[in-house]
């Protein structure tokens, strides 16, 4: 049995006591605004104590280690959190994320065997994919929390997993220079706050709700992971194409030019994470309540929800945009140097791809809130198409401009399916439309 927010059952339709909205997304929003912060602080530290070749290898890591995990999380923490009938226990969902995450970390050690990278490159791809294994099995335990709106722990874990990860990086890179090195702190800071704080917190919870010593132990039942597998699936491989969309343009700019200029890019384009901070953190606070609006057909509050939501995000990426044009040149050479700040028009190319963005995240909430999983596969399959025939056609000719350029495309597509999905998912709601 799945137990509500305050310990009322949900899986026979007693809606759960309600913790504050305004306060989960105070919290989530902390949380992910401090983590991004620092993730965006070990950049900044590889700039400064490194090279842009640094850079461009730590990010070329992520791109090719991403994508997999990305895929193999098959999305568990949204379907977790949205489970408002308790169609799985959270046994299910360890067991299942534990599974797909040592596939995942056999596929990436393949990659690098067959495409030939050597040396340094490999070495930090590999260790990158054992940080993220250590991330992902952390975001287990964030879907149980999530699901139950207990929104400040994992805002607690974020922070305390964000500010490890860059003092470790950031002293090992210091006295070492070397980016292997700085990855492995980070892969052992990572482990470290999910076995001190993510696990015990989770058991915490679970003992609590479900009155079972053994509540944190996967269940290895064949057929409910066969089940829950299929129903992750079609999330599993949009989120696989997600991460690969974001990364497409990188492939294509170390490709063509180098590995300094895809430091120069990523630099630039991470900055549009500090927007996506408040959408997550908005996206994260309102998914469960979402989710429990359309299951009970209410459509009123599904739809005003959601459209609060979006105008939000539309007023975000407006000011992105205004705060990228007004001071994009002083900011990036206050914080990366000179050569960052030669590429300001591309940075402002970049946040108007992310205003477009953000408003598309929104939907994409609304989305996973409604259950709507199956058809956001060909959507995101769509969209990494346009990407990489925007990439194709724009990168060889105006360079980084272009990779802004080719993300600003795909972002309007994205904006669009998104939206005639969820116009078509309201349209099905049957209930109360008062």
Known sequence: MTVGVAGESTRNGTRPVEISLRRNISWTFAGNAIYAACQWGMLVVLARLGSTEVVGQFTLGLAIAAPVIMFANLQLRGIQATDARGEYEFSDYLGLRILTTAAALLVILGIVVVSGYGGATAAVIVLMALAKAAETISDAFYGLQQQHERMRTIALSMIVK???????????????????????????????????????????????????????????????????????????????????NTNIPRYIIEREYSTEELGVFAALAYLIVLGTTVVGAMGQSMSPRLARYYAAGDRLAFTRLLWRFSVACLILGIGGVAVAAAAGEWALGLVYGPVYAAHAETFVLLMMAAGVAYVGSSLGYGMTAARR???????FLGVAAVTLVASLALIPRFGINGAALAILVASVVQLAGSAAIVARAVATIEGTTR
């Open 373 to 379: 999983f199956a058809v956001q596969a060909p959507l």
């Open 162 to 244: 964000g500010i490890a990860s860059l003092a470790v990086l950031g002293v090992v890179m210091a006295l070492t220079h070397s980016v292997v090195l700085a990855v492995v702190g980070l892969a052992v800071a990572r482990t470290v706050v999910l076995v001190t704080y993510d696990v015990r917190r989770g058991l915490s919870l679970l003992r609590s709700v479900a009155a079972r010593r053994d509540a944190l132990r996967p269940r290895w039942d064949v057929a409910t992971l066969r089940s829950l597998a299929w129903t992750a699936l079609p999330l599993g491989v949009t989120m696989g194409l997600l991460s690969l």
